[in-house]
């Protein structure tokens, strides 16, 4: 506790007319020594001194307590410094500073520790701490860091000098306009080493998505440091279906390259660079980045057998999306229909079926037959061409429900690619769809009841009993018998509907069915929609709720219970992962700690695909050797020092300096001292009493009138 004495004025009489008499006081004792009259000298003794009463003075004795200034301890704890010895150099000085921090009794330490992943965001904590903090307490920042921040000109603590050549023209576009000055110094004590030696790679450009089938361009870039030009050296390029190649690339130039765009979806393509000797980290030699694969326009022909409702909505639906180009024929007279009509007096155009099936085939993503019956109109050469066609990846789908006994395609050449055989009887009665058990764990199907379940499905009434040969059943309908079917023929695929009442759905009878859903999701598997595939292999790299980055691994079947998976990690060590039954029918999951960032190989069967664990392209994996050029320009405007520790191995020497004082030296740091202080009581002496007034007055004016008498 400490004592502090002042004087204080309480004034008897309003300030505004104390100053007044004062002033009239001042001019009467002027002039009366201007005229050189007696006592002149006394009268100004009385007249102050009855102005110092009229003010009543007082001392005051207060009691202080001291505050404590607060210092802050900021701990790195981003990717960069868990690489090389920086650990070991951060845990021996923050053990250290804190036992000297701990030594200032009049010293507050709030530590604090920063964590990235994707980028290290130093000054956002530091400034998050600021805020709460009153600046006139704030003794200094101790950060102990690799130097390789992120966000150091986009806070309000921002220096002029250090981010006029980093910030992007968006970060121009934000950065504060009035930049907070520092309340203390900053002094940052740098782990890592001056002479490490280190190689990027990076993509530095690439489009966010790519057409399917086509190829885009990607810039990427190789730097050494130090720096290196005019060299090469081998990149290996890895594409999500297990392919590589490896081609030469020069160091320290922008290089373009083509990478395909194979399939709807993500596309992931990685890239590796060959280690230095002696390098820092090989964490930033591979970059990886996903590109969406989107279809330009889907391509469908569709060809209806006869006129009917329910190709009219086949129609609405195909037409209804804007990425479909379709193309549609209605088969409106048969070419046996013997009504004894000349050729040349019909005005229908001949269906043009050697454009369509022999010309024109591959063009198309999908097929669909609709209620479609052979009858010599297209014959089985070109029939054969479509199941060539389907063999080769195309994509069929077949509609029927009509009253024929035996649809003709059973007996062509499309037979062999058909999932179902159709056994000549015409099943009617009302009936509402059911998922089979591999319907409820099929993806195209397992989603139907989401937005509405079953129980409030419309009927429908007729459908082709029929025996499933091959593939999926996920629908039935009367008697148990099949009513959708998907199957694999070749690289190609197929389904079958076994009833065209679909459209009563569509019509909203009885409440309608989640029809739109069922034809969007079959016709989007047949053209081989990644989501919707189920035997995918599917994986990504996730934060865990420890911090650390774990590997969630998804499998789709039909059918298994369990599978495994074999994960090759960036070293290429190899570990099993046992996925198991997930809540949601269908998947298989399994979820795996990672020890280590970089690109992982995961294989099951025949499936293989890559996972990058980490963020793509993040700043944090950018430039990971240490550096002092970030935070210098901060530790000098704030007249605070930075220190390399590996100069430093006896450690850093703390003292608590004055605010106007040097705030650092060669091998030590300075925290403010403030002096800040709470007052907690106060005592008032009075030093012109009313006693002690009057006496002094009457003196004063006692000896102003004899000396005036003497004259």
Same mark, same amino acid.
């Given at each position: 506790?400490?004592?502090?004495?002042?004087?204080?004025?309480?004034?008897?009489?309003?300030?505004?007319?104390?100053?007044?008499?004062?002033?009239?006081?001042?001019?009467?004792?002027?002039?009366? #020594?201007?005229?050189?009259?007696?006592?002149?000298?006394?009268?100004?003794?009385?007249?102050?001194?009855?102005?110092?009463?009229?003010?009543?003075?007082?001392?005051?004795?207060?009691?202080?307590?001291?505050?404590?200034?607060?210092?802050?301890?900021?701990?790195?704890?981003?990717?960069?410094?868990?690489?090389?010895?920086?650990?070991?150099?951060?845990?021996?000085?923050?053990?250290?500073?804190?036992?000297?921090?701990?030594?200032?009794?009049?010293?507050?330490?709030?530590?604090?520790?920063?964590?990235?992943?994707?980028?290290?965001?130093?000054?956002?904590?530091?400034?998050?701490?600021?805020?709460? @903090?009153?600046?006139?307490?704030?003794?200094?920042?101790?950060?102990?860091?690799?130097?390789?921040?992120?966000?150091?000109?986009? =806070?309000?603590? /921002?220096?002029?000098?250090?981010?006029? /050549?980093?910030?992007?023209?968006?970060?121009?576009?934000?950065?504060?306009?009035?930049?907070? !000055?520092?309340?203390?110094? %900053?002094?940052?004590?740098?782990?890592?080493?001056?002479?490490?030696?280190?190689?990027? @790679?990076?993509?530095?450009?690439?489009?966010?998505?790519?057409?399917?089938?086509?190829?885009?361009?990607?810039?990427?870039?190789?730097?050494?440091?130090?720096?290196?030009?005019?060299?090469?050296?081998?990149?290996?390029?890895?594409?999500?279906?297990?392919?590589?190649?490896?081609?030469?690339?020069?160091?320290?130039?922008?290089?373009?390259?083509?990478?395909? $765009?194979?399939?709807?979806?993500?596309?992931?393509?990685?890239?590796?660079?060959?280690?230095?000797?002696?390098?820092?980290?090989?964490?930033?030699?591979?970059?990886?980045? =996903?590109?969406?694969?989107?279809?330009?326009?889907?391509?469908?022909?569709?060809?209806?057998?006869?006129?009917?409702?329910?190709?009219?909505?086949?129609?609405?639906?195909? /037409?209804?999306?804007?990425?479909?180009?379709?193309?549609?024929?209605?088969?409106?007279?048969?070419? &046996?229909?013997?009504?004894?009509?000349?050729?040349?007096?019909?005005?229908?155009?001949? +269906?043009?079926?050697?454009?369509?099936?022999?010309?024109?085939?591959?063009?198309?993503?999908?097929?669909?037959?609709?209620?479609?019956?052979?009858?010599?109109?297209?014959?089985?050469?070109?029939?054969?061409?479509?199941?060539?066609?389907?063999?080769?990846?195309?994509?069929?789908? %077949?509609?029927?429900?009509?009253?024929?006994? *035996?649809?003709? #395609?059973? +007996?062509?050449?499309?037979?062999?690619?058909?999932?179902?055989?159709?056994?000549?009887?015409?099943?009617?009665?009302?009936?509402?769809?059911?998922?089979?058990?591999?319907?409820?764990?099929?993806?195209? &199907?397992?989603?139907?009841?989401?937005?509405?379940?079953?129980?409030?499905?419309?009927?429908?009434?007729?459908?082709?009993?029929?025996?499933?040969?091959?593939?999926?059943?996920?629908?039935?309908?009367?008697?148990?018998?099949?009513?959708?079917? #998907?199957?694999?023929?070749?690289?190609?695929?197929?389904?079958? +509907?076994?009833?065209?009442?679909?459209?009563?759905?569509?019509?909203?009878?009885?409440?309608?069915?989640?029809?739109?859903?069922?034809?969007?999701?079959?016709?989007?598997?047949?053209?081989?929609?990644?989501?919707?595939?189920?035997?995918?292999?599917?994986?990504?790299?996730?934060?865990?709720? !420890?911090?650390?980055?774990?590997?969630?691994?998804?499998?789709?079947?039909?059918?298994?219970?369990?599978?495994?998976?074999?994960?090759?990690?960036?070293?290429?060590?190899?570990?099993?992962?046992?996925?198991?039954?997930?809540?949601?029918?269908?998947?298989? /999951?399994?979820?795996?700690?990672?020890?280590? =960032?970089?690109?992982?190989?995961?294989?099951?069967?025949?499936?293989? $695909?890559?996972?990058?664990?980490?963020?793509?392209?993040?700043?944090?994996?950018?430039? *990971?050797?240490?550096?002092?050029?970030?935070?210098?320009?901060?530790?000098?405007? !704030?007249?605070?020092?930075?220190?390399?520790?590996?100069?430093?191995?006896?450690?850093?020497?703390?003292?608590?300096?004055?605010?106007?004082?040097?705030?650092?030296?060669?091998?030590?740091?300075?925290?403010?001292?403030?002096?800040?202080?709470?007052?907690?009581?106060?005592?008032?002496?009075?030093?012109?009493?009313?006693?002690?007034?009057?006496?002094?007055?009457?003196?004063?004016?006692?000896?102003?009138?004899?000396?005036?008498?003497?004259?």
């Amino acid at each position: 506790m400490n004592e502090h004495l002042r004087i204080i004025f309480a004034p008897l009489l309003p300030v505004s007319l104390l100053e007044a008499l004062a002033i009239i006081a001042v001019l009467l004792v002027a002039y009366a #020594l201007w005229r050189r009259a007696r006592g002149s000298f006394w009268r100004g003794i009385a007249l102050a001194l009855l102005l110092l009463a009229l003010a009543d003075p007082s001392l005051v004795e207060e009691q202080r307590a001291p505050l404590k200034d607060t210092a802050l301890l900021v701990i790195d704890d981003s990717a960069s410094m868990q690489i090389d010895d920086r650990p070991q150099q951060t845990a021996k000085i923050t053990d250290e500073i804190a036992k000297k921090l701990a030594d200032f009794s009049d010293l507050d330490v709030q530590t604090l520790h920063v964590k990235g992943t994707s980028e290290t965001d130093l000054f956002r904590a530091i400034e998050g701490k600021l805020s709460a @903090l009153p600046p006139d307490r704030f003794a200094g920042a101790i950060l102990i860091t690799d130097g390789e921040v992120h966000d150091q000109c986009v =806070t309000s603590l /921002k220096v002029d000098s250090a981010c006029d /050549k980093q910030l992007s023209p968006s970060e121009v576009t934000h950065k504060p306009e009035n930049p907070a !000055s520092l309340p203390g110094p %900053i002094h940052v004590l740098l782990a890592g080493h001056q002479n490490e030696i280190d190689r990027r @790679l990076a993509v530095t450009q690439a489009p966010a998505y790519g057409i399917v089938g086509k190829s885009v361009t990607l810039t990427l870039r190789l730097d050494d440091h130090p720096k290196a030009q005019g060299e090469t050296a081998p990149v290996t390029f890895l594409r999500d279906n297990g392919e590589n190649q490896t081609f030469n690339m020069p160091i320290g130039e922008d290089v373009k390259f083509d990478v395909p $765009i194979t399939h709807a979806g993500r596309n992931l393509f990685a890239f590796s660079a060959t280690a230095l000797p002696h390098e820092l980290t090989a964490i930033n030699n591979s970059a990886a980045l =996903t590109i969406n694969g989107i279809r330009d326009r889907l391509r469908v022909l569709l060809v209806s057998g006869e006129p009917h409702i329910g190709g009219r909505t086949w129609r609405n639906f195909l /037409k209804a999306d804007p990425a479909v180009d379709l193309i549609h024929f209605t088969i409106l007279r048969s070419p &046996t229909k013997m009504d004894g009509i000349p050729n040349s007096e019909l005005s229908l155009i001949a +269906f043009p079926v050697n454009e369509l099936f022999e010309v024109k085939l591959k063009s198309f993503d999908l097929v669909i037959f609709d209620r479609f019956r052979q009858q010599s109109l297209i014959p089985d050469q070109y029939l054969e061409n479509i199941a060539h066609y389907v063999e080769q990846g195309g994509a069929l789908l %077949i509609s029927n429900a009509t009253d024929a006994g *035996m649809p003709p #395609l059973t +007996f062509s050449p499309l037979a062999r690619i058909l999932p179902a055989e159709p056994t000549g009887h015409l099943l009617t009665g009302a009936f509402v769809p059911d998922l089979t058990d591999a319907g409820q764990r099929h993806p195209v &199907t397992n989603a139907l009841v989401n937005d509405m379940p079953r129980n409030r499905w419309g009927p429908w009434f007729r459908q082709i009993e029929a025996q499933a040969k091959k593939g999926d059943v996920l629908l039935s309908g009367l008697n148990g018998a099949p009513l959708l079917v #998907l199957a694999h023929a070749g690289q190609g695929r197929v389904a079958q +509907f076994l009833s065209d009442q679909f459209w009563l759905w569509s019509r909203g009878y009885e409440g309608g069915g989640p029809q739109a859903d069922l034809l969007k999701r079959t016709a989007h598997w047949l053209v081989g929609e990644p989501e919707l595939d189920e035997t995918a292999l599917r994986a990504h790299a996730e934060l865990g709720d !420890s911090g650390g980055w774990q590997l969630v691994i998804t499998k789709q079947s039909l059918h298994d219970e369990s599978a495994s998976v074999t994960v090759t990690d960036p070293d290429d060590q190899t570990s099993q992962a046992t996925l198991a039954p997930d809540k949601q029918p269908g998947i298989l /999951k399994a979820v795996t700690a990672l020890s280590k =960032t970089g690109l992982y190989h995961l294989k099951s069967g025949d499936e293989e $695909i890559l996972v990058m664990a980490g963020p793509e392209n993040a700043p944090e994996f950018g430039d *990971m050797f240490a550096t002092d050029e970030k935070l210098k320009p901060y530790a000098d405007a !704030s007249g605070g020092g930075i220190f390399w520790l590996e100069d430093h191995p006896d450690g850093i020497d703390i003292r608590r300096t004055g605010a106007g004082s040097t705030q650092t030296g060669w091998n030590w740091i300075g925290l403010k001292k403030n002096d800040q202080y709470r007052i907690t009581g106060s005592k008032a002496y009075p030093l012109w009493p009313a006693w002690l007034a009057v006496i002094v007055l009457l003196g004063a004016a006692m000896l102003a009138w004899r000396r005036e008498g003497k004259g």
